[in-house]
């Protein structure tokens, strides 16, 4: 057996420093010392930055301004790409202040490890050329004892251009190595001491979570909260989990909250492996009577099954289930109604297929649900039921068509998204 599979290797890390965890020389030294710190415990580590501060907002404002034009493609790409490896070379300077061995990586580079298409601003990153030249490049510097520092965000084509992967690409940057190299763990460090449980900008005193799964964490990304960008998370492995820490810590054993789990790589049609129904309660402002909604709501856990969608409006309110809660919990459902003064009446729609489209960003992407909509009325297939959730489409379909549903809504998902 090789000798070297038997050695056991050292802790590795990939940690990924937020502009605003580098928005000044105080901060970037805070930044530095922590890094120092982990290497002289014998971890490697592989750093990745962002631009300092407000650094690319400012270099797109300017440009633009400079231009009279909003500049985009190549050439803005290769103006605000200097704020990531400015802020890289300024890092590795601090940490050759402090005696550290380390290697600043750059895209002029021939070992640089990020390559992506060509889709300037918003590039994709070509992961079995990333993998290859990570291994090549960044992992045998680790295995030296060298701290490697990469600027996030950037990445280049194949002939060299320079591109940037947009908004949250210096997450992207971090968990690609991270995947690639097999890390112990991602540190994203920010100006928080973690995920809160609401925005501080709306509500006082949120609480840290402690740790988070990134199914749940989409569902707070789709409503605009931006820890970290959707687009990024598609690249976190299930194996590794993803830190978040405060800055002002300095230190990178400092508490903060856990991020755990994965999402799948491809967007996947599912139906749901039995029959559904569709139930609907109308009623002057029915909507607006919390103790009915309870009820129903306490009748349907009570039948020990999920509640697949629900639909409310001022007057009216349509409950998505499975068939197999029987038509006991209609029965319980419909002596709320007759009771309850705000109801008046209910009817079920019985043997409707529930399909389920899940992926990252999948409610984003324009034209997906038009799409969805358009292949199913040329076959034919009225749609009951749609909603859009974390990064989940829920369409109700009747059961005769599940199956010719299910490859429609496949062609036009993979029209839509590639």
């Given at each position: 057996m090789n000798e070297n599979r038997n050695r056991k290797r050292s802790a590795r890390l990939v940690v990924k420093f937020g502009g605003t965890s580098l928005a000044d020389g105080a901060s970037i030294s805070r930044a530095a010392d922590s890094v120092v710190k982990k290497v002289k415990q014998g971890v490697q580590v592989a750093v990745v930055v962002s631009a300092m501060g407000k650094t690319t907002d400012f270099l797109i404002d300017t440009t633009n301004h400079a231009c009279g034009k909003a500049v985009s493609g190549a050439e803005l790409d290769d103006i605000v790409a200097m704020g990531e490896r400015t802020s890289a070379r300024v890092f590795a300077a601090a940490l050759e202040a402090r005696g550290i061995k380390y290697r600043y990586l750059d895209p002029v580079e021939s070992d640089w490890p990020i390559m992506t298409d060509d889709r300037f601003n918003n590039a994709n990153p070509i992961l079995p050329i990333c993998r290859e030249r990570i291994r090549r490049s960044v992992q045998p510097l680790l295995e030296e004892?060298?701290?490697?520092?990469?600027?996030?965000?950037?990445?280049?084509?194949?002939?060299?251009?320079?591109?940037?992967?947009?908004?949250?690409?210096?997450?992207i940057t971090a968990l690609i190595l991270a995947q690639e190299l097999s890390a112990d763990q991602v540190i994203l460090v920010t100006d928080v001491d973690g995920i809160m449980s609401a925005d501080p900008k709306i509500v006082k005193k949120p609480e840290k979570l402690q740790e988070i799964y990134?199914?749940?964490?989409?569902?707070?990304?789709?409503?605009?909260?931006?820890?970290?960008?959707?687009?990024?998370?598609?690249?976190?492995?299930?194996?590794?989990?993803?830190?978040?820490?405060?800055?002002?810590?300095?230190?990178?054993?400092?508490?903060?909250?856990?991020?755990?789990?994965?999402?799948?790589?491809?967007?996947?049609?599912?139906?749901?492996?039995?029959?559904?129904?569709?139930?609907?309660?109308?009623g002057k402002e029915a909507s607006e009577s919390p103790r009915i909604i309870a009820e129903i709501l306490r009748e349907i856990r009570r039948a020990g099954v999920p509640l697949l969608g629900m639909s409310i409006n001022h007057n009216s309110l349509i409950l998505y289930l499975p068939m197999s809660a029987g038509d006991s919990l209609l029965e319980s459902l419909h002596s709320i109604v007759v009771r309850d003064?705000?109801?008046?009446?209910?009817?079920?729609?019985?043997?409707?297929?529930?399909?389920?489209?899940?992926?990252?960003?999948?409610?984003?992407?324009?034209?997906?649900?038009?799409?969805?909509?358009?292949?199913?009325?040329?076959?034919?297939?009225?749609?009951?039921?749609?909603?859009?959730?974390?990064?989940?489409?829920?369409?109700?379909?009747?059961?005769?068509?599940?199956?010719?549903?299910?490859?429609?809504?496949?062609?036009?998902?993979?029209?839509n998204t590639n």
């Open positions: 004892g060298v701290a490697v520092v990469v600027p996030g965000f950037i990445g280049k084509t194949e002939n060299g251009t320079v591109t940037t992967m947009g908004r949250g690409g210096s997450d990134i199914d749940t964490l989409v569902g707070l990304a789709d409503s605009g909260t931006k820890f970290i960008r959707k687009k990024a998370l598609r690249y976190k492995s299930p194996e590794i989990d993803v830190k978040v820490i405060s800055n002002a810590a300095g230190d990178l054993d400092a508490d903060g909250t856990i991020i755990r789990g994965s999402l799948p790589n491809n967007t996947v049609v599912e139906p749901y492996p039995e029959p559904a129904m569709a139930v609907t309660i109308v003064e705000r109801t008046i009446a209910m009817a079920a729609r019985k043997d409707l297929a529930f399909i389920r489209v899940r992926g990252v960003g999948l409610e984003e992407t324009p034209g997906v649900i038009s799409g969805i909509a358009k292949n199913l009325n040329s076959a034919g297939i009225n749609i009951y039921g749609v909603f859009t959730i974390t990064s989940s489409i829920l369409i109700f379909v009747d059961l005769k068509d599940q199956e010719k549903a299910v490859r429609l809504i496949e062609e036009s998902v993979r029209v």
